[in-house]
């Protein structure tokens, strides 16, 4: 043999080498990629389940909120713990509702030839009481 044929035969061994140390790294790495997919999908199967019982546990607490703003409890609360009690009907009194007052006018100015501007917001009142008024 020789010298030439020896570097080739060389050359060949190592190119075998290489390719088969680079299929052995190719399976070890799908191998890895394998094994860390199903364990994130044991880990999202893990996070759904806290998921569903952090949701259930939130609409427990919504209703419990809920239960408690209710008026029984609000009034079981104010008779028991705070010592109110119910009105007699004598002391209840009934408030009408009235229509809010609209914007007025703020002038120096004086209307011409009408009553003083200041006069005509309290006219303007003493109409709306008496046209509420039964």
């Given at each position: 043999?020789?010298?030439?044929?020896?570097?080739?035969?060389?050359?060949?061994?190592?190119?075998?080498?290489?390719?088969?140390?680079?299929?052995?790294?190719?399976?070890?790495?799908?191998?890895?990629?394998?094994?860390?997919?199903?364990s994130?999908?044991?880990?999202?199967?893990?996070?759904?389940?806290?998921?569903?019982?952090?949701?259930?546990?939130?609409?427990?607490?919504?209703?419990?909120?809920?239960?408690?703003?209710?008026m029984?409890?609000?009034?079981?609360?104010?008779?028991?713990?705070?010592?109110?009690?119910?009105?007699?009907?004598?002391?209840?009194?009934?408030?009408?509702?009235?229509?809010?007052?609209?914007?007025?006018?703020?002038?120096?100015?004086?209307?011409?030839?009408?009553?003083?501007?200041?006069?005509?917001?309290?006219?303007?009142?003493?109409?709306?009481?008496?046209?509420?008024?039964?």
């Amino acid at each position: 043999m020789t010298a030439r044929r020896l570097k080739k035969s060389w050359r060949k061994g190592l190119i075998k080498l290489g390719f088969f140390l680079y299929l052995v790294a190719g399976v070890f790495c799908l191998v890895g990629l394998r094994s860390s997919a199903i364990s994130m999908e044991y880990d999202i199967g893990k996070l759904q389940k806290e998921k569903e019982s952090i949701i259930r546990e939130r609409k427990l607490l919504f209703a419990q909120k809920a239960g408690s703003f209710s008026m029984k409890n609000v009034e079981d609360a104010a008779i028991n713990d705070l010592g109110m009690s119910l009105p007699d009907r004598e002391k209840v009194i009934y408030v009408k509702r009235m229509q809010p007052a609209g914007p007025r006018e703020a002038s120096v100015k004086a209307d011409a030839g009408s009553t003083p501007s200041w006069r005509s917001p309290l006219s303007a009142f003493k109409n709306m009481r008496r046209a509420d008024d039964p």
